[in-house]
């Protein structure tokens, strides 16, 4: 394998508290040195000057819809594979609301299998915590965990009977893997297509009580007195989630919680005019819940970024809001979103931001022992070199993902990967040397 020199970056790594200019060598896969002087080497270089050297991003909520019987291919591994290494993102967990769903070890397997296939970014499935994510008998815990799977989830539904929840708990605990939970009391939520309120009344719209989340999630927490599992809340959207994961963190609890890049930076007014783009689960909420968000963010009570990527074809978004399919493809436009957020917000800086996206998720899903998510002498080679002020106008029709459903197209953003590289490989690159020099539209995945 060649080796690379990435010369000249601001080099960030949160897990180690590193920030300083300087030169990062990558030798069969790894990464050989990390030096503040200018490394001697007639290897191929990428000048990194302006840009940022992160350890490679990780997303630890994604939908790539595979395997799927169904023949709709909303994405494939490989698809959403090029969409992650394309918006920086190095490792990615992948969600089990597939057809068949990820509950036996042959499904983990072949997702691995097909993953490593795809060659780009690193896919570690989650498997259910529920045969066929109903809710009712309780998954194979311990053979999932060691067959491979990074976390256990009936992601898209919450785990409703509490008897079935406190098993899944006790077991993910005896497996030391982590639940991650979709907080949604289903029996509040029938018939709901968004938020609660006058705006969900005057549109004729089945309104998603923000109690919903809360009362999923404070159970949990309850259940997980006694057991200690790691437990983590995905994509929280109400002010009264951050207050419930304080309670339990200050307890001592081993939660964690994440924010998305949408419940960050929209509010229930985007579903005006029955906009279908902003139809997503749980729902956009209001600019109080933003605003607790992002103190919960601030706090340190939040302490992951992941998108829930959520692809789907054209038409289940174009039809009426009732009828259409919740989600938004978030892993090309999530770092300038979050950077918009948080940064030009006020909340984080780069390296406290870029921790939320790397060591942080890699502690949550188990895979820090692999090296994941932090910049180390000997350690694998997965490295984001970002621009952090490039401008771009996010355009879906230009995304390597086959999702073109998202709320976001035609904002200008500022902010992305220009190379992205895992294992000492360049799995993605933008065309051209530089981000800020007339950078044409089209990236390539190599
Ligand atoms: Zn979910």
Same mark, same amino acid.
């Given at each position: 394998?060649?080796?690379?020199?990435?010369?000249?970056?601001?080099?960030?790594?949160?897990? %180690?508290?590193?920030?300083?200019?300087?030169?990062?060598? &990558?030798?069969?896969?790894?990464?050989?040195?990390?030096?503040? +002087?200018?490394?001697?080497?007639? #290897?191929?270089?990428?000048?990194?000057?302006?840009?940022?050297?992160?350890?490679?991003?990780?997303?630890?909520?994604?939908?790539?819809?595979?395997?799927?019987?169904?023949?709709?291919? +909303?994405?494939? *591994? #490989?698809?959403?594979?090029?969409?992650?290494?394309?918006?920086?993102?190095?490792?990615?967990?992948?969600?089990?609301?597939?057809?068949?769903?990820?509950?036996?070890?042959?499904?983990?397997?072949?997702?691995?299998?097909?993953?490593?296939?795809?060659?780009?970014?690193?896919?570690?499935?989650? #498997?259910?915590?529920?045969?066929?994510?109903?809710?009712?008998?309780?998954?194979?815990?311990?053979?999932? &965990?060691?067959?491979? =799977?990074?976390?256990?989830?009936?992601?898209?539904?919450?785990?409703?009977? %509490?008897?079935?929840?406190?098993?899944?708990? %006790?077991?993910?605990?005896?497996?030391?893997?982590?639940?991650?939970?979709?907080?949604?009391?289903?029996?509040?939520?029938?018939?709901?297509?968004?938020?609660?309120?006058?705006?969900?009344?005057?549109?004729?719209?089945?309104?998603?009580?923000?109690?919903?989340? +809360?009362?999923?999630?404070?159970?949990?927490?309850?259940?997980?007195?006694?057991?200690?599992?790691?437990?983590?809340?995905?994509?929280?959207?109400?002010? /009264?989630?951050?207050?419930?994961?304080?309670?339990?963190?200050?307890?001592?609890?081993?939660? @964690?919680?994440?924010?998305?890049?949408?419940?960050?930076?929209?509010? /229930? /007014?985007?579903?005006?005019?029955?906009?279908?783009?902003?139809?997503?689960?749980?729902?956009?909420? @209001? #600019?109080?819940?933003?605003?607790?968000?992002?103190?919960?963010?601030?706090?340190?009570?939040?302490?992951?970024?992941?998108?829930?990527?959520?692809?789907?074809? =054209?038409?289940?978004?174009?039809?009426?809001?009732?009828?259409?399919?919740?989600?938004?493809? $978030?892993? /090309?436009?999530?770092?300038?979103?979050?950077?918009?957020?948080? *940064?030009?917000?006020?909340?984080?800086?780069?390296?406290?931001?870029?921790?939320?996206?790397?060591?942080?998720?890699? %502690?949550?899903? $188990?895979?820090?022992?692999?090296?994941?998510?932090?910049?180390?002498?000997?350690?694998?080679?997965?490295?984001?070199?970002?621009?952090?002020?490039?401008?771009?106008?996010?355009?879906?029709?230009?995304?390597?993902?086959?999702?073109?459903?998202?709320?976001?197209?035609?904002?200008?953003?500022?902010?992305?990967?220009?190379?992205? *590289?895992?294992?000492?490989?360049?799995?993605?690159?933008?065309?051209?040397?530089?981000?800020?020099?007339? *950078?044409?539209?089209?990236?390539?995945?190599?």
């Amino acid at each position: 394998m060649t080796d690379l020199l990435l010369t000249g970056g601001r080099i960030i790594d949160p897990a %180690s508290e590193l920030d300083h200019t300087g030169d990062v060598l &990558v030798r069969d896969g790894v990464i050989a040195a990390i030096s503040a +002087e200018p490394i001697a080497t007639d #290897a191929p270089s990428i000048d990194c000057e302006g840009f940022i050297v992160s350890p490679g991003l990780l997303d630890i909520h994604v939908h790539f819809r595979d395997p799927d019987t169904t023949g709709h291919h +909303e994405e494939t *591994i #490989a698809t959403g594979a090029a969409a992650a290494v394309a918006g920086g993102f190095t490792t990615v967990c992948c969600m089990p609301n597939t057809t068949p769903a990820i509950d036996c070890r042959t499904v983990v397997e072949s997702i691995l299998y097909r993953g490593a296939q795809a060659g780009l970014a690193r896919v570690f499935p989650v #498997a259910c915590g529920t045969i066929a994510r109903k809710g009712e008998t309780v998954a194979p815990i311990l053979e999932l &965990v060691e067959a491979g =799977a990074a976390a256990i989830s009936d992601d898209g539904d919450g785990i409703a009977d %509490s008897g079935t929840m406190k098993r899944i708990l %006790s077991l993910v605990a005896a497996a030391d893997s982590v639940f991650m939970q979709h907080c949604q009391d289903p029996t509040l939520t029938r018939g709901a297509a968004m938020n609660a309120g006058p705006l969900a009344t005057r549109l004729g719209l089945g309104g998603w009580p923000r109690e919903a989340e +809360e009362i999923m999630l404070r159970r949990d927490l309850v259940l997980n007195r006694s057991i200690g599992a790691r437990y983590h809340a995905q994509h929280l959207s109400v002010a /009264e989630s951050v207050d419930a994961l304080r309670d339990a963190r200050v307890e001592g609890q081993p939660a @964690t919680g994440e924010a998305s890049p949408h419940h960050l930076l929209l509010t /229930e /007014e985007t579903c005006d005019d029955w906009n279908t783009l902003a139809k997503v689960n749980p729902p956009l909420r @209001t #600019a109080n819940d933003v605003d607790a968000i992002k103190r919960g963010i601030a706090e340190g009570i939040i302490t992951v970024l992941a998108t829930d990527h959520a692809p789907h074809p =054209a038409h289940t978004k174009d039809t009426d809001f009732a009828s259409a399919a919740f989600g938004m493809v $978030g892993l /090309e436009c999530a770092l300038p979103l979050y950077r918009e957020a948080l *940064i030009d917000g006020g909340v984080l800086d780069w390296p406290a931001m870029l921790r939320m996206m790397t060591c942080e998720p890699a %502690s949550v899903a $188990g895979l820090a022992h692999l090296g994941l998510g932090r910049l180390e002498t000997g350690g694998p080679a997965d490295i984001t070199v970002i621009d952090p002020d490039a401008a771009w106008t996010i355009d879906p029709e230009v995304f390597h993902s086959r999702g073109r459903n998202c709320p976001f197209t035609g904002r200008p953003v500022r902010g992305r990967a220009v190379a992205t *590289i895992v294992a000492g490989r360049i799995r993605y690159q933008r065309a051209g040397d530089r981000a800020d020099s007339a *950078i044409e539209d089209r990236a390539e995945v190599r």
